[in-house]
């Protein structure tokens, strides 16, 4: 039971720390706040796939707003791993593929209302 705490409470932080990084200002302080260190170690210990999937997602928030590549290019790169996601439920067989796929789309939508249209 211990390990399954210490998942779920790894997933409930790095979905906080996610969230916190879609603001630019908390982007850009996350390095010398020692939170990639932080998310790097929890990564290394890592062993369910969302845990890592939100790690990454942080990583990239993080570049992109430290960055600042602009909005424009963030909403291109948003709509290229959407379509990515959307080729993968039209042509994968792997059940694992397909169940991942469609949370991380059903994700997406959940996230960005304006993604639904």
């Not at 990084?21 to 890592?46: D, H, P, Y």
């Not at 990454?56 to 600042?68: C, D, M, Q, S, W």
Request: aromatic content about 6%; overall charge positive; charged content about 25%.
């Amino acid at each position: 039971m211990g390990s399954k705490v210490n998942c779920k409470l790894q997933y409930q932080l790095v979905c906080a720390i996610w969230c916190l990084t879609f603001n630019a200002e908390i982007a850009r302080k996350a390095r010398s706040l020692g939170v990639i260190q932080t998310l790097a170690g929890i990564l290394n210990e890592a062993t369910k796939e969302k845990v890592i999937r939100v790690i990454v997602a942080t990583f990239r928030n993080i570049l992109e707003k430290a960055g600042e590549n602009g909005q424009c290019q963030a909403v291109r790169e948003r709509w290229d791993i959407v379509k990515a996601l959307v080729q993968l439920l039209e042509t994968a067989s792997d059940p694992l593929v397909l169940c991942v796929a469609a949370h991380d789309l059903g994700e997406y939508v959940r996230h960005y209302p304006r993604g639904k249209k």
